[in-house]
C-alpha cells in the first residue's frame, strides 16, 4: 500500500520542484523560515503550493473558540497548499514553520497546471495525491471526535507504521523511525504531552510498545 502523506513512497520534492525543470529553473527561489514563522495565514490569497526541502511545517486552524487545531505536521519531500490546484482562492488553515531552518519550494498555481496539462501521467499522480491526503484527513477528524485517547494513539501508530515503519527479522517487531516529536504527536492526536507521556508509558509498562525520542517499537506480541 502506498503512504498516504507520501506520493507513492517518493519524496515529492525530488518530482515537482521547478528546480527540475528548465524552462522554470533560473526564475525560481527557495525561502527559508525560522521556528514559528508563518509561512500563510487563513484567508491569504491561494496562488500557490509548497513543497518542504528541509525543516517541519505545521497544519492547522483555529475553532471560534480561538483553539489551534492541529490538521497535519509535514516533513521534507511533502506537499502543502494542495487545495489552491483545485481552484480555492482563499487559505482556509494556516501554515506554520516548526523547525529553525526550514526550507520551502512554492510553485506558483499557473505553473502547476501547466506542468499537469503537459504532462497527463503526471496530472493524474496529483490528483491521486490529494484524493488521499483528504481521505487521511477526514480519518483523523473522525478519531478526534468519536475516539478515546489511548485509541487516537493507536491508529495514529498505525499510520506511522504506513509512512514510516518496517518489521525487524529478527524480533517479528514493527520498528518506525519517525520525524515527530512528543509535542507533534499530541498535538497531531488532540492531546496533552503530559497525557501522551502517561499512555505511552502505560503501553510500555504493558510489553506492547518500547520508544525514545526517535523511534517507537510495535512488540510482536504474538
Given amino acids: 500500500m502506498s503512504a498516504i502523506w507520501f506520493f507513492e513512497d517518493a519524496n515529492l520534492f525530488k518530482v515537482l520542484c521547478p528546480h527540475k525543470f528548465k524552462k522554470y529553473k533560473k526564475s525560481h527561489d527557495f525561502d527559508a523560515y525560522k521556528k514559528s514563522d508563518y509561512i500563510y495565514f487563513e484567508e491569504d490569497s491561494a496562488n500557490k503550493v509548497y ?20 490538521k ?5 519531500g511533502e506537499l502543502f497548499g494542495e487545495k489552491a490546484i483545485l481552484g480555492e482562492d482563499r487559505r482556509t488553515e494556516f501554515a506554520q514553520s516548526v523547525d529553525n531552518t526550514t526550507s520551502i519550494c512554492p510553485i506558483g498555481v499557473q505553473t ?4 499537469m496539462r503537459d504532462n497527463q501521467t503526471f496530472s493524474l499522480k496529483v490528483y491521486k495525491f490529494i484524493g488521499l ?4 484527513l477526514e480519518r483523523r477528524l ?5 475516539k478515546d485517547t489511548k485509541t ?10 504506513e509512512d514510516f515503519g518496517y518489521c525487524c527479522p529478527n524480533t517479528g517487531d514493527t520498528v518506525i523511525h519517525h520525524p515527530y516529536t512528543q509535542r507533534d504527536i499530541a498535538n497531531l492526536i488532540g492531546t496533552s504531552r503530559p497525557t501522551l507521556n502517561i499512555i505511552l ?14 523511534e517507537i517499537r510495535l512488540k510482536n506480541v504474538a
Fill in 142 to 146: 473522525q478519531l478526534l471526535l468519536f
Fill in 201 to 214: 508509558n502505560e503501553l510500555k509498562e504493558s510489553k506492547q510498545i518500547d520508544f525514545n525520542r526517535k
Fill in 51 to 70: 513543497l518542504i526541502e528541509k525543516g517541519k511545517v505545521k497544519i492547522g486552524y483555529y475553532s471560534e473558540d480561538g483553539k489551534e487545531v492541529v
Fill in 133 to 136: 491526503r483528504f481521505k487521511r
Fill in 72 to 76: 497535519a505536521i509535514l516533513t521534507r
Fill in 112 to 115: 502547476m497546471h501547466d506542468l
Fill in 152 to 161: 487516537r494513539l493507536l491508529e495514529f501508530f498505525d499510520e506511522l507504521k
